[in-house]
């Protein structure tokens, strides 16, 4: 079973441009999660999406957003890219359960690594 | 708002030696406690999960524990190699969010040959 991917995996852009990111599940995966990673903060949540809705945000400005698609394909945006914005951005998927808490185990992609300019 | 804290945040350690690694959250309602590696440059990868209603689990060489009501848990690694060398992490699974996951922030490790 193909594993979770991102695309693009390295990214350069300067401030005040805007930015999508993309991420394909594992297949049959309904859940796929986004986290910035930074030295100075660590891994931070930033949304997660279940069926196309997006059932939990962390504490990120208006500038991050997402979605999913009905094949479990999930895309994030940033927009007005500012210096501190360059980071790792990890997708992860996980099987979820229909309208519920998912109990499964995430499993993560390659990420996809922004240097803003 | 979940606090997680891993200590120590560096460690290095003769091949050979069993190790432990220490995990500590402040919000005790958690919905599952979670293991990860993660290799330089790299994303991360699952080692074990502990559901809230477990104590432990166990993988070969790992077994992690996990004491919800001292907000507590601990990977255990038997007869470290260096290959294990890799920062590993914990992420505490939020009882009041789906798949809101607070992640601690990591001990490196290095198994020296």
């Known amino acids: 079973k193909a594993g979770v991917t991102q695309t693009p995996r390295y990214l350069i852009k300067t401030r005040g441009q805007q930015v999508t990111l993309s991420c394909s599940p594992i297949?049959?995966?309904?859940?796929v999660s986004w986290y910035q990673q930074t030295p100075g903060q660590g891994l931070q949540f930033l949304f997660e999406y279940f069926s196309e809705t997006q059932r939990n945000k962390g504490n990120f400005p208006g500038r991050f957003s997402g979605r999913q698609f009905s094949n479990s394909r999930s895309e994030m945006n940033v927009s007005t890219l500012e210096l501190g914005d360059s980071a790792l951005y990890l997708c992860a998927s996980s099987s979820g359960l229909a309208g519920g808490r998912s109990t499964d185990t995430q499993y993560f992609g390659p990420g996809t690594r922004l240097t803003v300019l | 708002k979940q606090e997680v804290t891993q200590i120590p945040a560096a460690l290095s350690v003769p091949e050979g030696e069993n190790l432990v690694l220490n995990c500590s959250f402040t919000d005790s309602a958690i919905y599952n406690l979670q293991w990860f590696r993660q290799d330089p440059g790299k994303g991360l990868t699952s080692l074990l999960l502990i559901q809230s209603s477990q104590r432990e689990q166990t993988s070969g060489r790992l077994n992690a524990s996990l004491d919800k009501s001292s907000g507590r848990s601990t990977l255990y690694i038997a007869a470290s190699q260096p290959g294990d060398s890799a920062t590993y992490l914990c992420a505490v699974g939020d009882s009041g969010g789906y798949q809101k996951v607070t992640f601690g922030t990591g001990t490196k490790l290095q198994v020296i040959p």
């Open positions: 297949s049959g995966h309904r859940s």
